[in-house]
C-alpha cells in the first residue's frame, strides 16, 4: 500500500493539512495564555524539531517507500517548528513596527525585510545545513521536501508584499499583528504569473520522474508542489480556504461565547 503513488498522494495531502492545523491550533492557543505563552509554545515543541532531525538522519542511507515517507515528515516537522517560532514571534526580525507611510517602493521594502530576516536567515541555515547533510546520501528527501517549502514560500511572501487580490490574516497571531501592514491588495503583480509558471513546471517534472521510475518520492512532492501552487491560486480565487482549519480550532480566549 504504502508504494502507491495515489496513496502517497493523499498523505501528503493529509500531512500539509493535519500539520499546518496542528501550528494554528498551539499558536491560538498561545494567544490566550499572556504575554509569554507564544514562547513556551516554541519551546515546548522542540522535541519536534528534534524528531526531524534525527528522522532525516535514520532515512538518509535508507531506501524504499518507507525512506521517502520518512524523510518527507522529517521535512515536515523541521519546517514546523520554524514556521511555529515565526508565527509565536520567537524568530522574526529586528522590526517589529507596522509599516512606515507613506514610503517608497525601495523603503517599504526594506522595511518588510528588516521585519521576517531572523526567520528567512534560520530557513536557509536549515536548507543549507539539510542539503551539506544530505550530499552524497542515498536518500535525499529531506532535503527536496524542505526545499520545495523554501521556494514557494519565498514566492508566496514576495506576491503578498507586490499584492494580490485575497489575503487572509485570520489566523494570524498577536506577536504578527503589524505584518499585514506589508501586504497590498491589487489586481495582479508581475511576479504572480511567474509563480503559477514555475510551480507547474515543477509539478510536471515531478510526475515525469514518477511515470518514469515509479518511485512514491516524486508522488510525495508532486503533491506537495501541488499544494503550493493551490496556495498560489487562492490568493486570487474566492474561495473559503480558511474552513479547512477553522473548525478544528479553539476560539479566542477573548472573544465571549454568544448569549
Not at 523541521?78 to 507613506?102: M, Q
Not at 521556494?151 to 497571531?173: Q, Y
Request: proline share 7%; with cysteine; charged share 10%.
Amino acid at each position: 500500500m504504502m508504494a502507491s503513488p495515489w496513496i502517497a498522494a493523499l498523505a501528503a495531502l493529509f500531512l500539509w493539512w493535519f500539520s499546518t492545523g496542528a501550528i494554528l491550533w498551539v499558536v491560538r492557543r498561545a494567544d490566550g495564555d499572556g504575554p509569554d505563552g507564544h514562547i513556551w509554545a516554541s519551546l515546548l515543541s522542540m522535541p519536534v524539531l528534534f524528531a526531524g532531525v534525527v528522522g532525516m538522519n535514520m532515512s538518509l542511507e535508507a531506501s524504499g517507500p518507507a525512506a521517502a515517507y520518512m524523510g518527507f515528515i522529517a521535512a515536515l516537522a523541521i519546517w514546523g517548528w520554524i514556521e511555529l517560532a515565526f508565527l509565536s514571534g520567537l524568530v522574526t526580525g529586528p522590526n517589529r513596527a507596522p509599516c512606515p507611510e507613506p514610503a517608497s517602493d525601495w523603503a517599504r521594502f526594506w522595511s518588510a525585510v528588516t521585519a521576517i530576516a531572523y526567520h528567512e536567515a534560520l530557513l536557509v541555515i536549515a536548507l543549507v545545513a539539510i542539503w551539506g547533510m544530505s550530499i552524497g546520501a542515498e536518500n535525499q528527501m529531506t532535503f527536496w521536501t524542505f526545499g520545495v517549502l523554501f521556494f514557494a514560500r519565498v514566492s508566496a511572501k514576495l506576491n503578498l508584499f507586490l499584492g494580490v487580490p485575497r489575503i487572509n490574516t485570520e489566523f494570524l497571531p498577536t506577536p504578527l499583528a503589524h505584518l499585514p501592514s506589508y501586504f497590498r491588495i491589487k489586481k495582479i503583480n508581475w511576479l504572480f504569473p511567474i509563480s503559477i509558471t514555475a510551480l507547474s513546471f515543477a509539478v510536471a517534472c515531478w510526475l515525469e520522474r514518477l511515470v518514469v521510475t515509479g518511485d512514491i518520492a516524486f508522488s510525495l512532492l508532486a503533491a506537495l508542489t501541488a499544494l503550493a501552487l493551490l496556495e498560489h491560486w487562492l490568493m486570487v480565487l474566492p474561495l473559503p480556504d480558511a474552513k479547512l482549519w477553522r473548525w478544528m480550532l479553539p476560539a479566542p480566549k477573548h472573544e465571549k461565547p454568544a448569549e
